[in-house]
């Protein structure tokens, strides 16, 4: 149904945020992905987010690589500047450009043919160098442009539509980011807004590259019997780690969990993630037991879900490259240029 | 027959043996004398052990190219005796290292043998293992002095100033110079017919590489992010860049950096990198070589098509693979012209020394945000890595950067709706917005099919409107590069055509062969896409000599694609060897084709 326009008039009725928006406000075009494609369930969630976030759509630049998912940000924030770039080149993009001008959000959205085959040098790189940006890999084991080849987060074993099984190993892209050192590791599944909304939330605060990884089911071409990305499948097998509430810095913090079981981060702009420990012994801010946890419980078949790690001490790019506080790009040009006497100066050099 | 300020000499080392601060020392001295000087360090891929030269030029008409003819050979490295001793022209001198015996078979009559025995000098005089090798060097440069007349009181203030706060190590050094100095004098009849005298040609210049120039150029251009994977011969670029920016980029209260340079992982995220900074408004740039380019085609495209600029510097070093990555070439001449798959074109400039890459690297940004597209500086390694004598860099302070046609808040408040490519002002160049401006300046930024509206587009009319906007465009900007270098004579009726780092050997050749008299035009094109001045020249030649260094004439095949003139109209004269071209690389092709025309 993409052919019909969304209507620009808003109910009256509609609630609005504290600075005055309504979720539409947050919307883009309409979809052309396929009907129940579990990305429209995640950009949902992040329009969702953006609106109880209360921010300036403009204030957001948005960025893709190529692919399915990577087509999701014409569908939200019509009002923020996108860039469609080229194959898993993105994280290349959100690097300069927040390079440039380091006072936007940036959100970039990937799939796994883009984050984790042509793209992985990119994305272990933006994640070691702790872009400021919140990334978003839907992920759905398979290759949907091109109709339907697997990609490298296809579990072993894990059936194409075909009936073709998968001899190699799958890339998880969470115990991958564990690995290169990110300070902000979740994951979830496009069908648990409830989950979604405030890792969203959460990974945006956050000072650094968050990353958020989720299972994000192919309709069309991986939501069959015999597959680990469908569905019916991710149902069964997710098992949540902690259950995340964001909790905005100006909003009083109450605490709605038992005391034993609640923990709460507190981010650089005063704004905190509330963690409910679902599992027994679950740290997330302990890298390695994170890295081991995920791991056996892969082992048991299941999908660890939640936020996994974060460091709350995290150092971006910005501040390990000691840039001023001023956006890059918006410096005054007297401040930029030594002049001439300088020149004519640092010329005795040469002689 | 004494030749006073013009002849040239080699030195021939080892690499890693600190041989770079000896030869910087002699170029230096003989360029406070006043002399014009010309330094080439023809170097290993490597770190240390491997043979190194470095070659001087002296001349006293100011011709700077490299030559082939030495008249001294300083051979220091036994492993390439045999060689060096070849290339010492009939009638010259070899010093060697008389510590060790000099093979015999080595020995030619037409040439006089001056043995120092530098290193049993030094082994007398220094303890340290690492002082003795290092001062070995510093001796040949006391030697020279004596055999050359270089003035003793220059390397002595050179030595002065150069170990200001470190007076052990100005004491070694000039010991060490007083040594050499000192046995040749007593050891052989100083000066040699080859010799120096002071001048006073050299005071309006410096002397700088093409890199620390360009690193200059981006600094003074107020280029704020800079991304690069390290490359030979690029590397000094970016490093100079940082260097000044250390210098003159610090916010005074708060120590912070007005600037950011990214080590990307590779040279296509050092391209993403630019891109992105771009298109957030930054002025960016990347310095890398052809192997860089290679990898970077993919995102050219992508600046080309969704119309963001970027400047990217190519210190051309000899291709294709890894090739010689220590010699020179100008192998990336078609590759940068239309780099990327599709329909692209796109603006380069040429620049011939250091001096235009410090000009040159300031106009590279304003034409790219001007024209909002890739800009490519095309040096080489020649250009890049050795010292040149170029007239003093000068700035204007009235400069001011175009940064192009970028809408601000308050004009966008009173557009209507923007559009991000729609051709209002009839130049082919759109107006564009950077984001977190303005909520009516967003739009969304590809590389797939889109139509002047920035809407995705499968349409072939739209796509094509575009696409043909976008040529027009680039073209224009053929009016706006660097217009070409021309000197003419009258009753020319060839000329040569010519680019960058050529320059030097052809403007001798030109005199040489004006000595013959054979009358020539020169032309020297400085700008990509071609001014029309360049067509009108080769179209006024019955036979332009093209000159440049690779194998398939890269430069005639842009003339005749892009100026129509005949292949017959355009004799190639190429040297692809990976040393900088000399005027004999010249004169021996334009001679060889001067006959087949008669």
């Keep these: ?351 | 027959m004494d030749r006073v300020n013009e002849f040239a000499f080699k030195i021939a080392t080892a690499n890693g043996t600190g041989s770079a601060s000896a030869n910087s020392l002699i170029m230096r001295a003989i360029f406070r004398m006043g002399i014009p000087v010309t330094g080439k360090n023809v170097f290993p891929s490597n770190i240390q052990g491997l043979p190194t030269w470095y070659e001087i030029r002296v001349n006293r008409h100011g011709y700077t190219a490299r030559t082939p003819d030495f008249d001294l050979m300083v051979a220091l490295n036994p492993a390439t005796y045999q060689r060096d001793a070849a290339e010492v022209r009939s009638g010259g001198w070899m010093l060697f290292d008389s510590t060790w015996p000099l093979d015999e078979r080595l020995r030619r009559p037409d040439v006089t043998y001056l043995g120092i025995p530098l290193a049993a000098m030094c082994n007398a005089e220094f303890t340290g293992v690492r002082e003795r090798i290092l001062m070995k060097n510093v001796a040949y440069a006391g030697a020279l002095a004596a055999l050359l007349g270089i003035d003793t009181d220059i390397i002595r203030t050179l030595l002065t100033e150069k170990y200001a706060k470190k007076q052990a190590l100005k004491d070694s050094n000039q010991r060490a110079v007083d040594i050499g100095f000192d046995y040749a004098r007593e050891h052989f009849p100083c000066p040699l017919p080859i010799r120096l005298e002071a001048m006073d040609a050299t005071k309006d210049c410096i002397l700088i590489d093409g890199n620390t120039a360009a690193g200059l150029g981006c600094l003074y251009a107020g280029a704020t992010v800079g991304a690069w994977y390290p490359i030979t011969p690029a590397t000094s670029l970016m490093e100079a860049f940082a260097g000044f920016c250390q210098r003159y980029r610090k916010d005074p209260d708060t120590a912070r950096n007005r600037f950011a340079v990214l080590q990307a992982e590779d040279e296509l995220a050092a391209l993403g990198m630019v891109i992105g900074a771009g298109w957030a408004g930054a002025r960016a740039f990347t310095p890398t070589a052809g192997p860089g380019i290679s990898l970077m085609s993919e995102f050219i495209g992508l600046a080309y098509y969704a119309e963001i600029p970027a400047v990217i510097f190519d210190v051309q070093r000899t291709g294709p693979s890894t090739g010689m990555p220590t010699r020179t070439q100008q192998g990336d001449l078609m590759m940068c012209a239309y780099a990327s798959h599709g329909d692209t074109r796109h603006v380069c400039l040429y620049p011939a020394d250091p001096r235009e890459a410090f000009e040159m690297a300031v106009a590279a940004f304003d034409l790219s945000e001007r024209f909002q597209t890739p800009v490519f500086v095309l040096s080489d390694l020649d250009i890049g890595m050795n010292d040149w004598m170029v007239k003093r860099l000068t700035w204007d302070d009235a400069y001011v950067p175009d940064r192009g046609k970028v809408l601000s808040a308050e004009q966008l408040e009173q557009v209507k709706t923007f559009y991000r490519y729609l051709d209002v002002d009839g130049d082919g160049i759109p107006y564009r917005t950077l984001p977190g401006v303005h909520p009516k300046g967003a739009y969304f930024t590809r590389g797939s099919g889109h139509n002047r509206f920035g809407g995705y587009t499968e349409d072939g009319e739209e796509y094509a409107d575009v696409m043909d906007r976008i040529a027009r465009k680039i073209q224009r900007a053929s009016q706006a590069v660097p217009a070409p270098e021309i000197r003419t004579v009258p009753g020319a009726t060839v000329g040569i055509i010519t680019v960058g780092g050529c320059h030097a050997a052809c403007v001798e050749a030109v005199d040489l062969l004006a000595r013959d008299g054979v009358k020539v035009d020169y032309l020297r094109v400085r700008g990509f896409p071609f001014a029309d001045e360049v067509r009108a020249f080769a179209e006024s030649h019955a036979v332009n000599f093209v000159v440049e260094q690779n194998r398939d004439a890269q430069l005639r095949s842009l003339l005749m694609l892009e100026t129509g003139v005949p292949i017959t109209r355009l004799e190639s004269v190429r040297y692809n060897g990976g040393f900088p071209m000399s005027a004999h690389h010249v004169l021996t092709g334009v001679r060889a084709k001067l006959e087949k025309v008669a």
């Design chain 1, 1 to 351: 149904m993409t052919y019909i326009a969304k209507p620009k008039v808003h109910h009256p009725a509609l609630q609005k945020n504290a600075i005055g928006l309504v979720r539409r406000d947050y919307e883009g075009s309409v979809t052309t992905l396929c009907a129940g494609c579990g990305h429209d369930s995640v950009t949902a969630a992040i329009i969702q987010a953006f609106w109880e976030l209360s921010v300036h759509p403009h204030r957001v630049a948005k960025l893709s690589g190529i692919g399915c998912s990577s087509k999701t940000p014409t569908y939200f924030l019509r009002e923020a500047h996108g860039f469609n770039g080229v194959h898993g080149r993105m994280p290349a993009l959100v690097t300069g450009a927040n390079a440039a001008n380091g006072d936007l959000l940036y959100i970039g959205v990937s799939g796994d043919g883009d984050s984790l085959s042509i793209g992985l040098g990119q994305l272990c790189h933006a994640i070691r160098r702790n872009v400021n940006a919140l990334y978003v890999l839907e992920n759905n084991g398979v290759y949907g442009l091109t109709k339907g080849q697997f990609s490298a987060s296809a579990d072993p074993g894990s059936l194409s539509k075909r009936g073709e099984a998968n001899t190699m190993e799958a890339i998880d892209g969470c115990l991958l980011a564990l690995t290169m050192g990110a300070t902000f590791v979740a994951r979830s599944f496009s069908g648990d807004k409830e989950q979604l909304v405030p890792l969203l939330k959460a990974g945006l605060a956050h000072k650094g590259f968050a990353f958020i990884s989720i299972v994000s089911p192919c309709v069309t071409f991986n939501d069959h019997e015999g597959s680990t990305k469908s569905y019916a499948y991710t149902r069964e097998h997710m098992v949540e780690v902690v259950e995340a509430d964001f909790v905005m810095p100006t909003k009083a913090i109450t605490t709605q969990y038992d005391p034993g079981t609640t923990r709460s981060v507190t981010l650089h702009d005063g704004s905190r993630v509330q963690l409910t420990k679902v599992a027994d012994d679950y740290d997330p801010t302990d890298r390695d037991r994170a890295y081991g946890y995920v791991r056996e419980k892969h082992k048991a078949g299941q999908i660890v879900t939640g936020l996994l790690y974060i460091a709350p001490d995290s150092s971006d790019m910005h501040e390990q490259a000691n840039t001023v506080a001023a956006p890059l790009h918006d410096l005054p040009y007297e401040t930029l240029c030594p002049g001439s006497a300088a020149l004519d100066k640092l010329q005795t050099r040469f002689r």
